[in-house]
């Protein structure tokens, strides 16, 4: 506490500085308090990821949350850049296939899901047209997919346990490739297979290149694909911003669903193609936007017992997301 100052203007000129003090420090806190919630939105590429594009175009977390929020989208080339930015505190929001959304909130990078975001169609395609079933692929044809432990990694095990009898039979087949530089080994043979999502099942189709029918007992269509996760700390620390995303994510799902024209004039040119053959593409039964996840403990399952996890599976749907999720 100061000394009493006992000479009159002594005191008043220290009594002004204290006020002058005091109002600065309001000041401060009133500028603190106005700065504007940041939550930076990370995803990968494809029309899998459409709800975000919608919500960045639409300000859809701005417009569901009561309070002043800087929402920075911006996009990563795997589910592991996306994990290593949740673990350095960089993201708080993004998205991601089943099987790496279900590692990484089993393995402590501090996330869950928030929420189902859609499903797409995926198809095993080759240009051996004789080729009819996962027997026919011999020891020396190359399947390419996006990596061990992917997304379409898991569903070719899935299928390989289900008509071969073994997860991992085809694992020495596989050859790590991006979705369109796997469409561009395909189309010019250098390799057999490919095991792929839209907009490249769609594309490889009209080159006329054939579906083999592998997988949909395995993962039928509808189905969940991309998720969407959400930091530990923001679900704890801001309630409210973290349910303006749940709630974002619903309205660009149910805006995809029922707007589909609109939406495809809004995303045909990030696939570089017209807004009428986007429109077929977001037509396809396979293809859907949705909050509910189907499938994901399915899959949790089947990595347990297949070797797709260092760490003790999950028990339930609560391990993997937050309890506002609807679906399992």
């Known amino acids: 506490m100061k000394k009493r100052i006992l000479a009159g203007v002594t005191a008043l000129v220290t009594l002004a500085a204290m006020s002058f003090s005091l109002s600065g420090c309001g000041s401060d806190e009133s500028a603190d308090s106005a700065k ?18 919608i919500m960045e175009e639409q300000n859809l977390i701005e417009k569901n949350y009561d309070g002043d929020v800087e929402v920075e989208y911006t996009q990563l080339n795997s589910g592991s ?32 899901i928030c929420s189902n975001m859609s499903a797409q ?6 240009t051996d047209s004789s080729a009819a079933s996962l027997k026919d692929i011999g020891s020396n044809d190359q399947i390419a997919l996006v990596n061990l432990g ?5 569903l070719l095990a899935m299928a390989c346990e289900e008509e071969l009898g073994d997860a991992h039979a085809l694992d020495n087949n596989i050859v790590a490739m991006a979705h369109p530089d796997g469409m561009t080994a395909l189309i010019n043979g250098t390799v057999k297979y490919q095991l792929t999502t ?6 490889e189709a009209d080159q006329g290149i054939s579906e083999m029918d592998v997988l949909s007992d395995v993962w039928p269509d509808g189905n969940s694909f991309i998720v969407a996760v959400a930091s530990q700390k923001l679900h704890d620390d801001n309630p409210e911003l973290y349910q303006a995303v749940v709630d974002a994510i619903a309205e660009a799902c149910d805006y995809l669903t029922e707007n ?5 004039e809004l995303l045909c040119e990030n696939e570089d193609v017209d807004a009428e053959t986007m429109l077929s593409w977001l037509e396809d039964p396979a293809c859907s936007y949705s909050t509910e996840l189907r499938g994901v403990m399915d899959m949790a399952t089947f990595m347990d017992e297949n070797g797709f996890l260092e760490v003790d599976g999950a028990e339930s749907i609560s391990d993997l997301a ?6 399992n």
Not at 98 to 110: R, Y
Not at 121 to 126: D, E, G
Not at 260 to 264: F, R, Y
């Open 36 to 53: 504007a919630e940041k939550i930076t939105v990370v995803q990968q590429y494809g029309m899998a990821y459409a709800p975000f594009q």
């Open 81 to 112: 850049s996306i994990n290593d930015s949740f673990m350095s505190g960089d993201v708080q929001v993004g998205a991601m296939g089943v099987g790496p959304a279900i590692t990484g909130a089993l393995t402590g990078v501090g996330y869950k």
């Open 121 to 126: 169609p995926h198809r095993l395609m080759t």
């Open 150 to 154: 992917s997304f379409q990694h898991i």
């Open 198 to 203: 839209s907009p490249y099942v769609f594309k």
């Open 260 to 264: 589909k024209e609109e939406a495809a």
């Open 322 to 327: 937050f309890d506002n999720v609807k679906g």
